[in-house]
């Protein structure tokens, strides 16, 4: 009789002769650590898998290439939502979204690729450092994916840890140093494989240890007496999916909806927030629109909504409203007397969504940008600071509050959401991701809390379709809507926390952390030679 090999060593052997195929299957099971499924154990056992690929690798070019094939399956399965956004587009074929979420992964997958070529290079020989320069690769070539060719920062590996309680070590080494901790974590699994005892147990002892600090932390801020929130808060989803939203026929349904859901409210002034590009209208150059929407507002209400501002050809001070040069992709704020108090322009542009890079080429070959319009918009200046006029609440008064906007995508970009120079007190995401398909806003979502949990501060989501959210401090979804419903929501605005190490240095940290983790591998490699 004879017995069949235990299943381990059927894998082993598989592994042994099909790394490329390998890399690429454990690429695809690291992202279901992300949203919406939240895998993360799975994430760190698939990271030590490929570490072990890239330890075992012959030579440069094919760590290299190990790295390459899991970015490629890590990112078309983290990605798959894109294709959605092109079902929405007439000027192109729906079908024409599954090869734009391969040719964007083509291009990611070169950053995980970089990443191994570094950990091979520099620390082939020595478990020890291997892992360690593996980790600070990651942590380098992840914050070049988000900076280089304007940067494409979507579904950073730190994500996977919110909920964990590691999230809140974001506090200090941000978004980006969270990657560094999950690349260490998964060093641990492939460091006990390796019967390297102390340095996986000093990971795992110490991860335990942040992980606990944090939900202590987490709890405490959530527990806080709720007596000194700033204002009070209405946020507003109209559940108007993206074929519906630049239907003329359906203008007047649209707006019913967002102002029937904007009256539900306890009559206590509020802050009222409206998603991206809610309503169809250039507010500074529509009195009438400016007075429908006022009209839902009660004398000490403020409201934030998104709509386009536009730029018309301007000659020897003639301006020719027939000729639009451009356009700013912006929220608004509107008071009770249909007055515009201040206005914020989308910086952080989307590529071949809200603009198309050398458009005379690629229109001719029939391509065009996802947001429809002729004209491209342009960037705003940056993150910036609104203030927010005081009005009485409860009768008791409201002091001038600050705001800072990202609008949609830009909420992604760690270290660049507000303006250091002017703290706000609060963070506004007006965001459509009704684009997104299923995967997209949960995603979208995990990124925001990120972005509470480094700066300190509250985060407010009004989207068209979900997931609006009220985001606490300590990124706790506070309340939320959920996806592809029609809500609205009031609730105290928390109070914002004192500036943490992270929105006073930014992502310096976490950069300078990856150099001394860099030079102390070094250091470390020669005491072993």
């Given at each position: 009789?004879?017995?069949?090999?235990?299943?381990?060593?059927?894998?082993?052997?598989?592994v042994?002769?099909r790394?490329?195929v390998?890399?690429?299957?454990?690429g695809l099971?690291?992202?279901?650590?992300f949203?919406p499924?939240g895998?993360?154990p799975?994430t760190?056992?698939?990271?030590?898998?490929?570490?072990?690929l890239?330890w075992?690798a012959p030579?440069?070019?094919?760590a290299?290439?190990?790295g390459?094939?899991?970015?490629?399956?890590?990112?078309m399965?983290?990605?798959?939502?894109?294709a959605?956004?092109?079902t929405f587009?007439?000027?192109?074929?729906?079908w024409l979204?599954?090869?734009a979420v391969?040719?964007?992964s083509?291009?990611?997958a070169?950053?995980p690729?970089?990443a191994?070529?570094i950990?091979w290079?520099?620390?082939?020989g020595?478990p020890?450092v291997?892992?360690?320069?593996?980790?600070?690769a990651?942590?380098?070539?992840?914050?070049?994916?988000?900076?280089l060719?304007?940067?494409?920062?979507?579904?950073p590996?730190?994500v996977i840890w919110l909920?964990t309680?590691?999230e809140q070590?974001?506090?200090a080494i941000g978004?980006?140093?969270?990657?560094?901790?999950?690349m260490?974590?998964?060093?641990a699994?492939?460091?006990?494989a390796h019967r390297?005892?102390?340095p996986?147990?000093?990971m795992?002892?110490?991860?335990?240890?942040?992980?606990g600090?944090?939900?202590?932390r987490?709890?405490y801020?959530?527990a806080?007496?709720?007596?000194g929130?700033?204002?009070?808060?209405?946020?507003v989803?109209?559940?108007?999916?993206?074929n519906?939203k630049?239907?003329?026929?359906l203008?007047?349904?649209?707006f019913?909806r967002?102002?029937?859901l904007t009256?539900?409210r306890?009559?206590?002034?509020?802050?009222i927030f409206?998603?991206?590009a809610a309503v169809p209208a250039?507010?500074?150059?529509?009195?009438?629109?400016?007075?429908r929407i006022?009209?839902?507002?009660g004398?000490?209400d403020?409201?934030?909504?998104g709509?386009?501002?536009?730029?018309?050809?301007e000659?020897?001070?003639?301006v020719?409203?027939q000729?639009?040069e451009g356009?700013?992709?912006?929220l608004?704020v509107?008071d009770?007397r249909g007055?515009?108090?201040?206005?914020?322009?989308?910086?952080?542009?989307?590529?071949y969504?809200?603009y198309?890079p050398?458009?005379p080429?690629l229109e001719?070959?029939?391509l065009?940008?996802?947001v429809p319009?002729?004209?491209?918009f342009?960037p705003g200046?940056?993150?910036?600071?609104?203030?927010?006029?005081a009005?009485?609440?409860?009768?008791?008064?409201?002091?001038?509050l600050r705001m800072?906007?990202?609008?949609?995508y830009e909420?992604i970009?760690?270290g660049?959401v507000?303006d250091?120079?002017?703290?706000?007190?609060f963070?506004?995401?007006p965001?459509?991701?009704?684009?997104?398909?299923?995967?997209?806003?949960?995603?979208?979502?995990?990124?925001a809390?990120?972005?509470?949990?480094?700066e300190?501060l509250?985060?407010?989501?009004?989207?068209?379709?979900g997931?609006?959210a009220l985001?606490?401090?300590?990124g706790?979804?506070?309340?939320s809507?959920p996806?592809q419903?029609?809500?609205?929501?009031?609730?105290p605005?928390?109070?914002?926390?004192?500036?943490?190490?992270?929105?006073r240095l930014?992502n310096?940290l976490?950069?300078?952390l990856?150099v001394?983790?860099l030079?102390?591998?070094?250091?470390?490699a020669?005491?072993?030679?």
């Amino acid at each position: 009789m004879t017995i069949s090999p235990a299943p381990y060593r059927i894998a082993a052997a598989f592994v042994a002769r099909r790394p490329g195929v390998t890399a690429l299957l454990a690429g695809l099971l690291s992202a279901t650590g992300f949203a919406p499924l939240g895998l993360w154990p799975v994430t760190l056992i698939m990271l030590a898998l490929v570490m072990q690929l890239i330890w075992a690798a012959p030579d440069r070019k094919s760590a290299g290439r190990i790295g390459y094939l899991f970015g490629l399956g890590h990112f078309m399965l983290g990605l798959n939502w894109i294709a959605h956004a092109f079902t929405f587009q007439d000027s192109m074929p729906a079908w024409l979204g599954y090869p734009a979420v391969g040719l964007l992964s083509v291009y990611l997958a070169v950053y995980p690729a970089m990443a191994a070529m570094i950990g091979w290079t520099l620390g082939r020989g020595r478990p020890q450092v291997f892992a360690l320069f593996l980790a600070t690769a990651w942590l380098l070539t992840e914050y070049l994916r988000a900076s280089l060719f304007t940067g494409f920062a979507w579904n950073p590996l730190g994500v996977i840890w919110l909920g964990t309680g590691v999230e809140q070590t974001a506090i200090a080494i941000g978004t980006y140093g969270l990657g560094l901790v999950a690349m260490l974590a998964a060093a641990a699994l492939w460091w006990l494989a390796h019967r390297q005892w102390r340095p996986a147990g000093i990971m795992i002892v110490g991860l335990a240890l942040v992980a606990g600090l944090g939900q202590l932390r987490a709890s405490y801020i959530g527990a806080k007496d709720q007596s000194g929130a700033l204002a009070n808060i209405h946020v507003v989803q109209p559940n108007i999916n993206q074929n519906e939203k630049y239907d003329a026929n359906l203008e007047i349904l649209n707006f019913r909806r967002l102002a029937e859901l904007t009256m539900l409210r306890s009559g206590k002034p509020a802050l009222i927030f409206w998603p991206e590009a809610a309503v169809p209208a250039v507010l500074d150059m529509e009195p009438r629109w400016r007075g429908r929407i006022a009209s839902l507002l009660g004398m000490d209400d403020l409201l934030m909504l998104g709509g386009d501002k536009y730029h018309f050809h301007e000659q020897g001070g003639v301006v020719d409203t027939q000729v639009l040069e451009g356009a700013n992709n912006s929220l608004w704020v509107l008071d009770a007397r249909g007055d515009l108090k201040g206005r914020y322009d989308k910086a952080h542009l989307v590529p071949y969504g809200e603009y198309l890079p050398m458009r005379p080429v690629l229109e001719t070959i029939g391509l065009s940008r996802l947001v429809p319009g002729s004209v491209d918009f342009w960037p705003g200046p940056g993150p910036r600071t609104l203030d927010l006029p005081a009005t009485p609440d409860g009768g008791q008064a409201r002091g001038k509050l600050r705001m800072a906007v990202q609008i949609c995508y830009e909420i992604i970009f760690s270290g660049q959401v507000v303006d250091r120079a002017n703290r706000p007190d609060f963070l506004f995401n007006p965001s459509n991701d009704a684009w997104f398909g299923s995967w997209g806003p949960p995603q979208h979502l995990a990124q925001a809390r990120l972005r509470a949990i480094e700066e300190g501060l509250s985060v407010i989501r009004s989207t068209p379709t979900g997931i609006s959210a009220l985001v606490d401090p300590a990124g706790r979804v506070v309340r939320s809507i959920p996806f592809q419903q029609a809500g609205a929501f009031e609730a105290p605005l928390p109070a914002p926390l004192p500036p943490t190490l992270f929105a006073r240095l930014g992502n310096l940290l976490p950069v300078g952390l990856a150099v001394l983790l860099l030079v102390s591998g070094v250091a470390i490699a020669r005491r072993t030679r």
